[in-house]
T-cell receptor, first 114, second 115 residues
């Protein structure tokens, strides 16, 4: 079945550093891919998404490109801020498998220090 | 922000008592979900619904039941709460877009403590 694997955290880095969170997936069909962010005490919020191969999603300085050849959707940000400290989840939805469900990665905690 | 509310937001209850959590949406989305989130386990799907009166089990459905009598409301019931059901519960909604499900929108969560 479909699955999502993302790098384990916590990831700790200094303000203005470059952030990469790796995400790879397995899917039987042509999934849509998502990154969600969860701040402490809150629900998950959509950060960005991509619905087909080579699409790039972007929002708030974050970017991720849908790479079908490497089945990846890595999240990047060029210069993080303390306010980016949160847990980030990679997810997919795939019509061909588990119709009606999303698959989530385990989440990666990011801690940005001043 | 998507119009999703959850009630109650916090609840403390005792082992063996029934508990019902409510999710209400104003987006008219067909799909609704209940997840639980626990440290070290990420998000786990409990039940989901793909229409009024149409529901299906997720990966951790034991001990939980759901009902959806209206498009806008999705209820999660713990028939006899146990301490292992202490968790944060999230409701989510989604709709079909083209060939796949589109973005899931999440509610603010309900923190449930079973003593």
């Amino acid at each position: 079945g479909d699955s999502v694997t993302q790098m384990e955290g916590p990831v700790t880095l200094s303000e203005e550093a470059f952030l990469t969170i790796n995400c790879t997936y397995t899917a039987t069909g042509y999934p849509s891919l998502f990154w969600y962010v969860q701040y402490p005490g809150e629900g998950l919020q959509l950060l960005l998404k991509a619905t087909k191969a080579d699409d790039k999603g972007s929002n708030k300085g974050f970017e991720a490109t849908y790479r079908k050849e490497t089945t990846s959707f890595h999240l990047e940000k060029g210069s993080v801020q303390v306010s980016d400290s949160a847990v980030y989840f990679c997810a997919l939805s795939d019509r061909a498998d588990s119709w009606g469900k999303f698959q989530f990665g385990a989440g990666t905690q990011v801690v940005v220090t001043p | 922000d998507a119009g999703i509310t959850q009630s109650p937001r916090h609840k403390v209850t005792e082992t063996g008592t029934p508990v019902t959590l409510r999710c209400h949406q104003t987006e008219n989305h067909r799909y609704m979900y209940w997840y639980r989130q626990d440290p070290g386990h990420g998000l786990r799907l409990i039940h989901y619904s793909y229409g009024v009166k149409d529901t299906d089990k997720g990966e951790v459905s034991d001990g939980y039941s759901v009902s959806r009598s209206k498009t806008e409301d999705f209820l999660l019931t713990l028939e006899s709460a146990t301490s292992s059901q202490t968790s944060v519960y999230f409701c989510a909604i989604s709709e079909i877009s083209g060939r796949a499900l589109d973005t899931q929108y999440f509610g603010p969560g309900t923190r449930l403590t079973v003593l």
